[in-house]
């Protein structure tokens, strides 16, 4: 038999003063795992404090040049391993790249769903031109956008959780904002959940309203999309017998439909900050008004603030109030001293 070290016989004793003679019965996986684990020595790198040689390489134009090449081979259908399918058209690409560039490729390569496994995954509710336009942007970060295809690029984009390119045509449309085209935007953001276009196109809508009314678009809007509208404060026009005359349009457009809400929309104008003639004179010989109790009433309030201008104080309301619009700042002027403090 082989004698013991003494480095063999140092251990035998340790374990026998140490532990009991069961103890490796008393060692369980976990206190094994541990005691590898501690014996493992990380390798050095470039912020070990101990003296080494080291140089980290970066190129920057790696991740560019290397998406380049995998871009050739998607146009050229090598190693593509999905197929997305729109109607009778099929668009071929990497699972990876669409996994990394959208969240909504990720769950369904990843989760438990049919299409993980599935080489030809179909897809619904989503533009072809779209589609192809943003699998080109997963592979090579670029996008146009254009008057032509915004329509179908936003929804396209937000179904497939691109947000990068969902943020991009909202930004779009900020730009192209015009009295012709603010309101279809506005109900446009609506349907697609986009916030802040919604909160810039309305804004411009209040801003030109003047505009906006003489469009096909105004004639068109819901009675929730007018009432929004003309409720509004920053409603920025020059006299509430716009406002009037722009209600009455919407109304005369589809008279059957929109008569009911005529006293409704009658209580968002201003009328006392009408004219008496034109209180007169036009608001009190409307048909549609005449017809309505209720917009008689809102009518005789309007004329007793003018003929009662000592009780006016008896009659303040939201028919009383000026309206404040956007960039249209209170002035006080101080006589003699010439300044101007807003």
């Keep these: 038999m082989r004698k013991r070290s003494l480095l063999d016989r140092e251990i035998i004793e340790f374990l026998e003063y140490e532990?009991?003679?069961?103890?490796?019965?008393n060692l369980d996986s976990s206190d094994e795992q541990e005691i590898e684990e501690t014996a493992v020595e990380e390798p050095p790198t470039c912020e070990s404090p101990e003296p080494m040689s080291c140089y980290l390489h970066h190129d920057p134009d790696?991740?560019?040049s290397s998406f380049s090449v995998i871009n050739k081979m998607r146009v050229n259908i090598q190693l593509c391993d999905v197929s997305l399918r729109v109607g009778n058209s099929v668009t071929k690409a990497h699972r990876l790249v669409l996994a990394s560039s959208s969240p909504y490729f990720y769950a369904m390569f990843n989760d438990d769903m049919a299409e993980k496994l599935q080489s030809e995954v179909e897809l619904h509710d989503v533009d072809l031109g779209a589609l192809q336009l943003l699998v080109e942007y997963s592979y090579t970060g670029q996008v146009y956008i254009t008057d032509e295809n915004v329509q179908v690029l936003l929804p396209a984009s937000s179904l497939l959780q691109i947000?990068?390119?969902r943020d991009a045509c909202c930004t779009f449309l900020m730009k192209q904002l015009h009295p012709t085209n603010c309101l279809g935007i506005r109900q446009f953001a609506e349907t697609h959940s986009c916030n802040e276009l919604r909160t810039r196109s309305h804004r411009y809508a209040l801003q030109?309203?003047?505009e906006v009314v003489k469009t096909?678009?105004?004639?068109?809007?819901?009675f929730s999309e007018i009432e929004d509208l003309v409720s509004?404060?920053?409603?920025?026009?020059?006299?509430?017998e716009q406002v009037f005359v722009a209600v009455m349009d919407w109304i005369k457009h589809n008279p059957v439909e929109r008569s009911q809400h005529i006293?409704?929309?009658l209580g968002h104008?201003?009328?006392?900050?009408?004219?008496?003639?034109f209180l007169l004179n036009v608001v009190e010989t409307e048909p549609l008004v005449r017809s309505e109790p209720s917009c008689k009433d809102l009518l005789l309030g309007a004329m007793k603030y003018h003929l009662l201008p000592d009780q006016r104080s008896d009659f303040a309301s939201k028919q009383t109030e000026q309206r404040s619009p956007d960039g249209l700042m209170p002035y006080i002027f101080a006589i003699g001293g010439g300044s101007l403090f807003t």
């Excluded at 532990?19 to 019965?25: N, T, Y």
């Excluded at 509004?232 to 509430?240: F, G, H, T, Y």
């Excluded at 104008?269 to 003639?277: D, Y």
């Design 232 to 240: 509004n404060d920053k409603l920025n026009v020059v006299s509430e």
């Design 263 to 265: 006293a409704q929309l």
């Design 216 to 222: 096909e678009e105004f004639l068109f809007l819901s």
């Design 269 to 277: 104008v201003r009328l006392a900050q009408m004219s008496k003639m």
């Design 208 to 210: 030109n309203f003047e």
């Design 19 to 25: 532990l009991p003679l069961d103890s490796d019965a």
């Design 62 to 64: 790696h991740p560019m």
């Design 163 to 165: 947000n990068s390119v």
